[in-house]
């Protein structure tokens, strides 16, 4: 694949690894949040972390849409369709198997006969609209600013055909803001252990580099931009210790091939025509964050489904034992959580960061657990 | 977060496009990109066409990753912004 | 289900089924004249042997000394796909169950439950394609049994297979999943997640085209050819549901082993790879239906592979890995980078995922 084998070249990947070998201050340690969960799925996928030296330590963050979404949230489209017959509720995957309230899934309500429908695009949502004009179908929007743009697109384009079915249940949220909570909601100290962050890629396709400038500011941290390939990642770390030796807080676009300055302006026009900032909303693991999340701007509302079914939000707090607050802020890494591989596993997660294979529980035990257990076994060359 | 791919748009249709990954189509939306042409590769999520990727940027930056620098100071490859 | 017959041969059934335009009712599990009929006429002439002939409701079967039987029961959908359908599946998963265990499949059975309002065209293509796999395969299906549900509590066809074979003499020790040991090498029989991908992306209706196949094929014959060049073989396993990695932590955890396998050594179509990447699943926990892992001693591997090679349906064959000393049975695989990672048990189902 153009475009990607390339970034995979595992001569260059040694090349880069010697590289930041070279330049680590080996009477120091570094500590890396990436921010974005397919960065930590690469990350996993690839084994990068034995490519690192072991004074570099990768702190997998929040930024999973799937897993930093509260449990509340997903119960509210549960409830829609198992309480309301004539609601198609178009989802993406990534949702189907989480567990809401009593261990409820959309996969569950599915199985109990709600009418739960799997999407690969927007426009299918839409297209059910128009195809079942005596069904209500409500799209169950989740993502980063990635994956804004084209729900978006949907609310547009129902609003263009004049269609009164279509709803969204609206919980994207903004990955600045996520950045900030990180730094907030930890101490002093926790904010003193990240020197860095690997920026969000796709994400900044549509906000551009520009949008970091700000946390990096504030925090005094670097943040460097990065693709998903593997190559990309280590080109990104690379590009943080250099920055961290000369004590340097700036913004790197690394993934330039792809994200442009300022960003995708037709996308964020968009964007800005059919949403508007809430004035807080939680968020799984972090709390209640200000002007964080995203709802339908007034002119849109009729597409609302909050409105429209009148649905009330109720927060529902996660297992007292979930260290998912500490496991994002980098204060203690999975397999020190008291309930990992034990209560909390991926069939049965308690907490945000077991409930999508992106999130750094899950990441650390789908692909990494055998770290520390299992015989070290020397690689061929 | 955010499963993108560049993928190459081999046909064009008003709003949409085709992409092939490797002999697998698909159908994009290019709402968000202008001027997209034939043989131009896009990064692709959801369905929706975001960004295209700048082939000269990617060929330099897969040549400094080699370790190949271009004559002169080592080069970043990273812009600072 | 035994055929009856009218003492004089005359026709029992005033009028022949319509194969065209009919459709299944519940008449037709009722164990009356319809069972009869879509017996004689469907299932008789297709699977077409003197033991189901005989009109039992069992086959009576020349034993031998050491007997392998398997079951399994198909509910894909949808039904028919690009390079099969559910009634190739059927034949093929059940034959290739018996011969995993170093058997000769030779008969099996089929216990077919259909959902009331199925039409008779789809059940015949699907019936004939049993009978096509079975007769290419030398394989009997020597009784069966149908039943319909009420429209609606069934997916259209529900086939229950069991296969029944012996073990040649000349297999001194059958394979078996718990005879891995550490240093011993593990082998693909060619390239995987072709049928998975094949079924998710005709299941999801994805706005996604290629010319994806299942790979579905009865692999006994390549089985014989791997015994005869490789006779220690120590374990066989055909990775259907959960993929190549729920194959081989089976295999591990049997045997009280580990094991670490090479990403690059995995053949993989190019199609499939970047559909896999399209759809952020993982091509290792995809189904495959035509395709075998082996694990075999380090002595034998180069004979393993060569044999496999030189069958049609192994042609793609490849090493991919070894078995390790591992008491806590993990699978490790090293990435094209030399990193690792865990290969885990399958948690759920493979779905397509946006983030």
Known sequence: MKYVDEFRDPAAARSIAARIADEVDPTRSYAFMEFCGGHTHALCRFGLEDLLPPNIRMVHGPGCPVCVLPVGRLDLAVELVTTRPEVILATYGDMMRVPGTGGVSLLTAKARGGDVRMIYSTAQAVELARDNPDREVVLFAIGFETTTPPTAAAVKAAAAGGLKNFSILCNHVLTPAAIDAIMTTGSAESRARLDGFVGPGHVSTIIGAEAYEAPARKWDKPIVISGFEPNDLLNAIHLLVRQTNKGEAQVENAFARAVRPGGNAAAQALCDEVFALRDAFEWRGLGTIPESALKLAPAYEGFDAEVKFDLQYASRPDHKACACGEILRGEKTPAQCAVFETACAPEHPLGSCMVSPEGACAAYYLYGRFRGVAPRLAAAE | ?81 | MAGRHDADGRRLFAKKLDFKRGAVDLTHGAGGKASAQLFEELFRPAFDNPLLDRGDDQARIEGAARMVVATDGHVVSPLFFPGGDIGALSVHGTINDVAMAGAVPTDMTAGVILEEGFPLADLKRIVQSMAVAAADAGVRIVAGDTKVVEQGKGDGVFITTTGLGAIPDAVKTPPAADRAQAGDVILVSGTVGDHGVTILSAREALPMSAPFESDTAALHGLVADLIAAAPGVKTLRDPTRGGLATAVNEICRASGVGALLRETAIPIRKTVDAACELLGVDPLYLANEGKLIAVVEASEADAALAAMRGHALGREAAIIGEIVDDPDGFVQMETAFGGKRLVDWLTGDPLPRIC
Not at chain 2, 12 to 41: C, R, Y
Not at chain 2, 49 to 67: F, K, N, W
């Open chain 2, 1 to 81: 977060m955010c499963l993108a791919l560049p993928a190459e748009v081999v046909a064009l249709d008003g709003d949409m496009a085709t992409v092939n990954l490797d002999g697998v189509e698909a159908p994009v939306s290019l709402a968000f990109l202008d001027g997209v042409g034939v043989g131009d590769f896009v990064v692709v999520h959801v369905g929706y066409a975001l960004s295209r990727v700048d082939p000269d940027i990617a060929a330099e930056q897969i040549d400094a990753m080699r370790g190949e620098e271009t004559a002169g100071e080592p080069s970043a490859y990273g812009d600072v912004s």
